[in-house]
Antibody, heavy 118, light 108 residues
Framework: EVQLMESGGGLVKPGGSLRLSCAASGFTFSSYSMNWVRQAPGKGLEWVSSITSTSNYIYYADPVKGRFTISRDNAKNSLFLQMNSLRAEDTAVYFCARGGNAVPIDYWGLGTLVTVSS | SYVLTQPPSVSVAPGKTAIITCGGN??????VHWYQQKPGQAPVLVISYNSDRPSGIPARFSGSNSGNTATLTISRVEAGDEADYYCQVWDNSSDHWVFGGGTKVTVL
């Protein structure tokens, strides 16, 4: 059974940093591209970042480019999102999700809540 | 950047058909994927590549895509279909995933 479990969310002050992790199991992690997708309270889905299976290609949404860094450790079946210079508008549930460019997202984690507030 | 436009809400009586549109410039040339999200839950892929149903998705869910509009159709709507639905495409020009704004389906 495919499982994706996010961790690392919490309350952080504007300008602060946070590192999200996603532990993957139930599939060959190193064979799949992965994504982070977020959802602000009461709002729609917003794609954040994608990384290919070997980290050869990395993509970011414009609102997070230069502030967020996606990475992965295939040996540990883990996906990460380093978030710096956080803003109030980054407040959201962050989902870890399996899927690649042009390949639909077929599995999602339950999400971890990031709240940016003073 | 590429934009997908969905109606904010659709209301439908049980047993009837719900039609959710997703508009975008020449979206018919792209592959559209659809997700269902119930409150407090992660999204679930219900239609991939315009019209393919993943395993476990009822045949009541179908999709089409042509011109500037992609469509998700839910036939014989049930109370359990009440949810938010999102369309999604991969925009090759920017190498970005793009989501529509979402449509809330209410079963009357």
């Amino acid at each position: 059974e495919v499982q994706l479990m996010e961790s690392g969310g919490g309350l952080v002050k504007p300008g602060g940093s946070l590192r999200l992790s996603c532990a993957a199991s139930g599939f060959t992690f190193s064979s799949y591209s992965m994504n982070w997708v977020r959802q602000a309270p009461g709002k729609g889905l917003e794609w954040v970042s994608s990384i290919t299976s070997t980290s050869n290609y990395i993509y970011y949404a414009d609102p997070v480019k230069g502030r967020f860094t996606i990475s992965r450790d295939n040996a540990k079946n883990s996906l990460f999102l380093q978030m710096n210079s956080l803003r109030a508008e980054d407040t959201a549930v962050y989902f870890c999700a399996r899927g690649g460019n042009a390949v639909p997202i077929d599995y999602w984690g339950l999400g971890t809540l990031v709240t940016v507030s003073s | 950047s590429y934009v997908l436009t969905q109606p904010p809400s659709v209301s439908v009586a049980p047993g009837k058909t719900a039609i959710i549109t997703c508009g975008g410039n020449n979206v018919g040339s792209k592959s559209v994927h659809w997700y269902q999200q119930k409150p407090g839950q992660a999204p679930v892929l219900v239609i991939s590549y315009n019209s393919d149903r993943p395993s476990g998705i009822p045949a009541r869910f179908s999709g089409s895509n042509s011109g500037n509009t992609a469509t998700l159709t839910i036939s014989r709507v049930e109370a359990g279909d009440e949810a938010d639905y999102y369309c999604q495409v991969w925009d090759n020009s920017s190498d970005h995933w793009v989501f529509g704004g979402g449509t809330k389906v209410t079963v009357l």
